[in-house]
């Protein structure tokens, strides 16, 4: 299972590193800022929006089976963003990856918890997080190995022998599990939760495109999303077989440990972002070297996934996941200090502290959703997690880039006079834009350089504010409503296991 979570995580990573390489218009596709945007969103939105839907079509029809299917997905939509010939292929390979990954990700988890009992499960899901923490470290070195000796698609290319593997170790070691209920499905609802995430995440990319909100094609879109998901509430609060059971919410303990999944992830991707243009425009690293930085973060993921269900069980969960909240607030903020000619130990520090507060909530909180329901109902409580992670993640790439995209371009506005009319726009849309155009001017564009990488300093230090505070608002949360330690330690009885759960 960590081996076949291995692949759907490791493509992110790997993605990360090769965005500047991907906007680059002769060594890669010439991608926008935007573009890059959707590159990631077509996938996190399709994966998302069908997460749910595939929990219920593996705990109905054979989660192995459901497996194999979405690595098959997965390993041909690699192939087809390996050989993409432009930007919009790419998104729409992309996409297709995204519905095969899932398939995937709610099938590891529900086969773990099927598999495990319940005394095991928190071990065995803190493992599995650990695998996340795996694929963290390698793939962005992964990436930069790929993209020092071959072309771009060859980040992609490499999920096809993990897939390939995987589907080998599947068939061989995974026993079929599914729930005897048939569960019906809700093609409405599916319907309607991605019309209006894409809606929402349209105008919030479009409105740091243009840098404005008061455009109708920023605010139209935007507003016509918020509009769909409230349909998409409203209807889920009324039919028999939800895509999505929104009545759950309704659980503080249960809200609370899901929500705390989608803040963290929120500003873990909004922050890979665009540190992956710090890293390789501005201190000028090379994609190699990039990812081998992203190392401390990856270790620490390591190093505490599998020690947070110890920490909850000695302190409690309040304690560990708003202490662990407070630290990831913390390196948001530390984010801001720093500068072109900062030392790069500082932001290995940084990273280090966000990858073990990260730890230290991600796998207590899974734990508290899956413990909350029967065996059976597994891979619908591994779809709520993750469909909350992954739009919570595209929004954090989606927000925190569109708020660096528009104070870049104020930013760089009065550097770009120099420039004819016609192409001021494209040229202040990112620092990778104005840097393609300094290059295409010679020694005359030498004098963009500076300001460029000033604006775009100004806009990651915005961006890592933004982050923080949402963190700081989820530390108030968690301290508020996630349950101490003695409430941790209540007994439960599942009927249809006989066996103590801890709730």
Do not use: C
């Amino acid at each position: 299972m960590v081996f076949s979570l291995l692949a759907i995580v490791l493509d992110n990573t790997i993605l990360n590193v090769a965005l500047k390489v991907i906007s680059d218009p002769v060594a890669g596709l010439g991608a926008t800022q935007s573009q890059l945007e959707w590159a990631i969103n077509s996938y996190t939105l399709v994966f998302a929006g069908l997460l749910f839907t595939f929990g219920v079509l593996g705990d109905r029809f054979g989660r192995k089976r459901m497996l194999q299917i979405g690595m098959v997905l997965f390993g041909l939509a690699s192939l087809a963003s390996a050989y993409a010939q432009d930007p919009t292929q790419l998104i729409f390979a992309r996409a297709a990856m995204g519905l095969g990954g899932a398939a995937v990700m709610p099938a590891t988890l529900a086969i773990i918890s099927n598999v495990f009992a319940p005394r095991e499960r928190g071990k065995a899901i803190g493992i599995w997080a650990g695998g996340v923490g795996l694929a963290v470290a390698i793939g962005p070195i992964t990436g930069g190995l790929l993209l020092e000796h071959f072309w771009w698609g060859s980040v992609f290319l490499i999920n096809v022998p993990v897939v390939i593997i995987s589907s080998v170790l599947i068939a061989v070691l995974v026993p079929d599990s599914r729930n005897p209920d048939k569960a019906q499905l809700d093609p409405l609802g599916v319907l309607l939760s991605i019309v209006g995430l894409v809606g929402v995440v349209w105008g919030i990319i479009k409105g740091g495109e243009l840098g404005t909100v008061t455009e109708p094609q920023v605010w139209l879109p935007t507003l016509a999303g918020v509009a769909v998901l409230a349909l998409f509430v409203w209807h889920e609060r009324r039919t028999a077989h939800p895509a999505f059971d929104v009545r759950s919410f309704a659980i503080p303990r249960f809200s609370t440990a899901v929500a705390s999944v989608g803040i963290v992830f929120f500003s873990m991707m909004g922050v890979m972002f665009f540190m992956a243009f710090y890293l390789q425009i501005v201190k000028g690293y090379s994609p190699l070297q990039s990812g081998a930085l992203v190392l401390p973060f990856a270790a620490a993921q390591l190093i505490f996934s599998p020690l947070s269900a110890g920490m909850v069980r000695r302190f409690g969960g309040k304690k560990v996941a708003t202490v662990s909240m407070l630290l990831v607030a913390a390196a948001l903020t530390g984010y801001v200090f720093l500068q072109a000619d900062t030392p790069i130990w500082m932001f290995e520090v940084l990273g280090f502290v966000q990858g073990a507060a990260m730890a230290n909530i991600g796998a207590p909180a899974t734990e508290a959703v899956m413990s909350s329901l029967p065996r059976e109902k597994a891979g619908v409580g591994s779809a709520m997690t993750n469909t909350v992670r992954q739009v919570a993640g595209a929004l954090g790439v989606a927000i925190l880039g569109s708020v660096l995209s528009a104070v870049y371009r104020d930013n760089i506005a009065g550097s770009l006079t120099v420039l004819p009319e016609n192409v001021r726009h494209v040229a202040g849309e990112s620092i990778t834009a104005t840097m393609g155009v300094a290059q295409s001017l010679g020694p005359q564009g030498a004098s963009l350089v500076t300001p460029a990488k000033e604006a775009f300093m100004d806009g990651m230090h915005v961006a890592a504010i933004a982050a923080a505070v949402v963190a700081l608002f989820g530390a108030a949360v968690v301290a508020k409503w996630l349950p101490g330690k003695e409430a941790a330690e209540v007994p439960v009885t599942r009927p249809e296991t006989k066996e103590p759960a801890v709730v």
